[in-house]
């Protein structure tokens, strides 16, 4: 609990980094604190300095906006063996989702903590840890929408398998994290410390204080003023950042500062004003490797083909509906026909008087000819193409056929070909060997 979860170093001019060293002299010596990667590599030299046996694992973080677990292993933690039983030891997830006590690597049992009941499920291929919540009591009701109240009564946290990492596995998750325009820590800054009856947490400029009830948490929340940001940081969280004079004296930390000095205020700017201007008089942190260039790229490709196989996969059973609709309807107007020629009184009497008398006829004819009005033709070939690629690409860059009824794959193809890459019929995408450029 003396040790906070916080990333308002690459706010302010640091860099943080995978080796260890740099990471025992940040938390111990300079008393901060750290995210994930370095706060259970710390973690994992400790259990090893007092004899444990322990693996390092990867996990996954669960993205509640899109629904799936991130694609990378950008979490870091500990599988702990004490008498014969396996624990997951998780030191540093921070804010109300901090694991007080080891978990038992067990499925499906419930391991009740001051910060709620946590659950490890074992779907045979992975583990997922689940966390369920108490109500939240949010004290000034001016915060009581805010996107800061966490709500979800059941949250997943993240994925893992046991496959051993060691650290290097993370150095490309932790270079992502702090460069990446999207990444969370880049958008916000974030300080968190757990206490003896909560945990106290600054967000941008919303500092929260929240007390763990029996069936609730009390959640006491204000906007702390720029003055006020440095001597927060310093009596909640024991956390004093360096200083330019520090920075210079500590080239290990690869740290870069601009040509004025960084206050505690500068690491709880807004996004932008974070990456471009506070940033912007650091040259050292505004260059981007083209190995971390390439890592994003092949991320960012590899969630364009994830949707584009899921609206194929999720389309395709669409298509099949229809077509049983189709071949129902038609069916019974075919019989319906066959009934109503063959019947010696429709020669007798009017047409009209025909399709009175043959109301299945008339009742299928006409449910026909409103399916194909509606445009069933169009949806048993193949759904539109305009669903799919409005959402995968902005209208300034293609040209969507309205009356184009090709096949899904077919039509995406016409559009890759400009990007010298195709896909097959599930949707994978296809790279073609790169261009020759004069």
């Not at 030299?45 to 993205?63: C, D, P, Q, S």
């Not at 419930?110 to 840890?129: A, E, H, S, T, Y």
């Not at 099949?320 to 429709?346: E, F, H, K, Q, Y």
């Not at 902005?394 to 309205?402: E, F, R």
Request: charged share 20%; net charge positive; glycine share 4%.
């Amino acid at each position: 609990m003396n040790i906070p979860f916080e990333n308002v170093g690459i706010h302010s001019g640091e860099r943080n980094t995978m080796d260890l060293q740099i990471i025992y002299d940040k938390i111990v010596k300079s008393n901060r604190g750290g995210w994930c990667c370095e706060n259970n590599l710390l973690f994992s030299w400790v259990l090893k300095e007092m004899g444990y046996k322990f693996t390092i694992l990867g996990a996954r973080v669960y993205n509640s906006q899109e629904q799936q677990f991130l694609p990378i292993d950008c979490h870091f933690i500990n599988l702990v063996e004490i008498d014969g039983k396996q624990y997951i030891a998780d030191v540093s997830f921070g804010v109300s989702c901090q694991i007080w006590h080891p978990l038992e690597l067990i499925s499906g049992k419930d391991q009740p903590q001051p910060p709620g009941v946590f659950r490890l499920i074992n779907n045979g291929m992975k583990w997922v840890l689940e966390k369920t919540n108490r109500k939240q009591l949010v004290q000034d009701q001016a915060f009581a929408n805010s996107s800061l109240v966490d709500k979800r009564l059941t949250k997943t946290l993240y994925s893992f398998t046991l496959t051993p990492r060691d650290a290097d596995h993370f150095q490309e998750a932790s270079d992502l994290l702090q460069t990446s325009p999207e990444s969370l820590f880049m958008l916000k800054s974030i300080c968190s410390l757990q206490t003896p009856t909560g945990y106290r947490v600054l967000i941008g400029w919303t500092y929260s204080e929240v007390t763990f009830k029996e069936d609730s948490d009390l959640v006491d929340m204000k906007i702390i003023p720029d003055c006020e940001i440095e001597a927060l940081l310093r009596e909640k969280f024991n956390i004093v950042l360096m200083t330019p004079s520090s920075l210079g004296a500590n080239e290990k930390r690869a740290s870069a500062v601009g040509s004025r000095t960084l206050t505690a205020a500068a690491c709880v700017c807004r996004p932008k004003l974070i990456s471009y201007t506070t940033w912007g008089k650091s040259n050292e942190f505004f260059r981007t490797s083209r190995s971390n260039i390439m890592n994003l790229r092949k991320l960012h490709l590899k969630a364009f083909e994830r949707r584009l196989t899921e609206y194929v996969s999720c389309l395709q059973p669409a298509t099949g509906r229809w077509r049983m609709i189709l071949i129902v309807v038609s069916v019974c107007t075919a019989t319906g026909a066959w009934n109503w020629l063959i019947d010696p009184d429709t020669q007798k009497v009017s047409f009209f008087s025909s399709l009175w008398n043959h109301p299945f006829f008339t009742i299928s004819c006409v449910t026909l000819i409103g399916l194909f009005f509606a445009g069933i033709h169009k949806r048993v070939v193949a759904p539109s193409m305009k669903f799919v690629l409005s959402s995968l690409f902005s209208a300034n860059l293609l040209t969507i056929d309205k009356t184009a009824d090709d096949h899904i794959a077919a039509r995406c193809r016409t559009v890759l070909a400009e990007y010298n890459m195709s896909c097959d019929d599930t949707g994978k995408l296809i790279l073609k060997p790169r261009p020759h450029i004069q």
